[in-house]
């Protein structure tokens, strides 16, 4: 059984994975998974205006 509304992918381009509790960027408001939700992770170029 496929759940396709559920879960988001991981905005990194080199990722995309479907993770199901995703995390949202406080400072981009992207949306990563566990392994690139970090500002260094994701090279977030927000991260300087936290």
Do not use: V, W
């Not at 991981?10 to 998974?33: E, G, H, N, V, Y």
């Amino acid at each position: 059984m496929e759940f396709p509304h559920l879960g988001k992918q991981c905005a990194l381009t080199t990722c995309k994975q479907l993770d199901f509790l995703p995390f949202k960027c406080d400072a981009c408001s992207r949306i990563f998974c566990k392994d690139h939700y970090t500002y260094r992770e994701h090279n977030c170029e927000n991260a300087f205006k936290k």
